[in-house]
């Protein structure tokens, strides 16, 4: 695939969607060189009115610039042309993998949008796709140890594995009769995917008892599951590790399993997003839904007409007034701080953990003529008072670095991030000192601590002390 079909494309959806106005005369010198970085004899020289490339002082070719500094299709254009001479010219290009050119092409480009734009090759695309909305497989989760071995560390449940008996702790010797010793492991994700339907025969090792065992199966459609449940007591404790096709659907058999279980003793549910990275936008927007019966979740603006939207809720669900905890860590970004922020404004939730990443941004996926992405920011979120968390984060309303005996837990903990509160929401456009002081108040940390889940539940329990907080928080919340 042409070098540069792909970065034409790129180009015009940059032009079209990103947040920001790009300035494609600094952006094409970078792509370019970014480009070139094979062949340290190619040189771009820039002026005003042209752009030229050289090799080893020689010009090759001279193209004049589009006046228009924001005309991305214009920009790409020439940049096709560029790249297409110096392809011609130069043995060491003509000798890299096109793949390796776009790749270094699209990052050098991508460096300069913003922190959240970025470019997966295809292999990566691929398997985002999956990620997003699943594919042919066999229903695993692997890891590859220190000492080279692929090993299954989950089972999902009436998949074709767990139906042919795989189990956590196999490890995987062989598929169809290929060895899998040494493999990396996204060689054996590849072989392990396929299309639906079509059979494969997975060699496993066990060590309880000790077997060797040849499992034959089909592929069927797999997403990969984002929800957990757990029950700790009178406490539904739901994992949600990511936002997919399939998330809501779980999550609300989580919730019916937890109500079946758990019946009308239930105190409330723990929803931890801690380390969730986030995923697909509706499935923030339908997850919210679950838990919010009507208004605002979310809003999202950026320079695309597409990209200003407001999101709300009109649901009648018995889940609305159900007590609910999020805990969240600095790893929690995107999808994960939209339902944090909106369950928090709206007075569903009290958050629990430390700060979270502050992806307050949407990014819009480009398929490129390659079969790779381009993943580019194109709007900024707010949460319903209005605030927007991008770079600043979710701030939780229990700190819990903050926290001391757990057993006296009580109102001091929730009203000394009241100011804070007030000071987050109201903000609109931080500077950077700003924001770097308010993150310094709750640091976001990357483990999870059982001690957030013990808050958690301590909160759920006390009816007093988890409506203190929600008020807390709806009460900064309202103030602009």
Known sequence: MGVERVILQAYRAIGDRHLFQPNFRTLSAETYRGFAISDPSLALETTEGAYTIKRDGQTVLSRPTPADSADGKAWGA??????????????????????????????????????????????????????????????????????????????????????????????????????????????????????????????????????????????GRIIP???????????????????????????K?????????????????????????????????????????????????GRHPDSRRTYKSSNGSSSTGLPIVVLMNGGSASAAEIVAAALQDRGRAVVVGSTSYGKGTVQTVVRLANEGELILTWSRLQAPSGYTWNELGVLPNICTSKVGDIGHLGPTAVD????????????????????????????????????????????????????HAVQAATQQAARP
């Open 225 to 251: 599951t984002t929800v957990t449940y757990e029950r700790r007591g009178d406490v539904a404790l739901i994992h949600l590790t990511g936002f997919n096709s399939a998330t809501t659907d779980n999550l």
């Open 416 to 467: 000394s991030s009241q100011a804070t509160l007030m000071r987050w929401h109201a903000l609109r456009n931080p500077t950077h000192e700003e924001v770097a002081n308010l993150r310094k108040i709750c640091p976001p940390g990357d483990s999870s601590p059982e001690q957030d889940v013990e808050i958690a539940t301590r909160l759920l329990r006390d009816h007093g002390l988890y409506a």
């Open 78 to 219: 020439l940049l096709a042309e560029l790249m297409a001479g110096s392809l011609e010219a130069s043995p060491a290009l003509q000798q890299t993998d096109r793949q390796l050119l776009i790749r270094e092409a699209m990052r050098a480009t991508t460096r300069q949008l913003d922190r959240n734009t970025r470019y997966a090759d295809p292999d990566e695309a691929r398997d985002n796709r999956f990620q997003r909305d699943g594919g042919g497989g066999i229903g695993i989760t692997v890891e590859r140890t220190e000492d080279k071995k692929i090993m299954i560390r989950a089972v999902q449940d009436g998949s074709p594995a767990d139906k042919a008996g795989a189990k956590d702790g196999d490890e995987i010797l062989a598929i169809d009769g290929e060895s899998m010793i040494g493999k990396t492991l996204g060689d054996v994700v590849a072989h392990l995917r396929g299309a639906v339907g079509t059979p494969v025969v997975v060699t496993v090792g066990r060590v309880s008892p000790p077997a060797q065992l040849a499992l034959p199966m089909k592929r």
């Open 253 to 301: 058999a989580a919730m019916e399993r937890a109500n079946a279980e758990i019946g009308k003793g239930l105190a409330g549910v723990i929803i931890d997003m801690r380390s969730n990275r986030g995923g697909l936008l509706d499935q923030a927007q339908t997850v919210s839904e679950l838990f919010i019966g009507n208004g605002t979740i979310f809003s999202t603006n």
